[in-house]
């Protein structure tokens, strides 16, 4: 069965820093692979997605993604870190029948 | 941008009761759907719908859960009689055609106490 996993549940990072959130999925065929982010109150919002191609995926926000075949990774990149990026972050995997299975989410804390 | 709006934003409500949660899927949209997040845990499907009927529907949608659009532009999941485990946010999404292009709404919390 298709899975997700985020394994980090809470990172913490200072503004201006670098950030690497990490995602490792689970499924038989080529994947299509989506990064989301939740603020506060706010709905899922889809920050980028990879379904073929040109491995390393860019985003809104600044944010990119590497895809990783070998690894059954797509963990998602920023070069420097907002406060405004505090969120959570959700890797998800699209199935066959167009549903999407979500990870966990990391929870992203920005130190001023 | 368009969006998908979900009502309330909040609902608590008792054991045993039956609620209601609301979305406007985008007007062009033709695919539907529901997820949910219980507090803590990952956000799971429950029910994609599409043409006035179920396409697909998750373990956790049982029989307590049905789904209705009942005017051709809002988008409904009631719970019949809900449950203390039934706390959660709910995710409405709604897609132009077969696809993962989402929108998903601000999400319904809800508490049942």
């Known amino acids: 069965a298709q899975s997700v996993t985020q394994p980090d549940i809470h990172i913490t990072v200072s503004e201006g820093a670098s950030l690497e959130l990490r995602c490792n999925y689970s499924y038989g065929a080529t994947p299509y692979l989506f990064w989301y982010v939740q603020s506060p109150g706010q709905g899922l919002q889809l920050l980028l997605k990879?379904?073929?191609?040109?491995?390393l995926v860019q985003g809104i926000k600044g944010f990119e993604a590497e895809f990783k075949r070998s690894q059954s990774s797509f963990n998602l990149r920023k070069p420097s870190v907002h406060w405004s990026d505090a969120a959570e972050y959700f890797c998800a995997v699209g199935d066959s029948s167009y549903k999407l299975i979500f990870g966990s989410g990391t929870r992203l804390l920005v130190r001023p | 941008e368009p969006e998908v709006t979900q009502t309330p934003s909040h609902q608590v409500t008792q054991m045993g009761q039956e609620v209601i949660l609301r979305c406007v899927p985008i007007?062009?949209?033709?695919?539907f759907y529901w997820y949910r997040q219980i507090l803590g845990q990952k956000v799971e499907f429950l029910v994609s719908?599409?043409?006035?009927?179920?396409?697909?529907k998750s373990e956790i949608f049982d029989d307590q859960f049905s789904v209705e659009r009942p005017d051709g532009s809002n988008f409904t999941l009631k719970i019949r009689s809900t449950k203390l485990e039934d706390s959660a946010m709910y995710f409405c999404?709604?897609?132009?055609?077969?696809?993962?292009?989402?929108?998903f709404g601000s999400g319904t919390r809800l508490t049942v106490v």
């Open positions: 007007s062009n949209h033709l695919y």
């Open positions: 999404a709604s897609s132009e055609g077969a696809n993962y292009g989402y929108t």
């Open positions: 990879y379904f073929s191609g040109d491995t």
């Open positions: 719908f599409y043409n006035n009927e179920i396409s697909e």
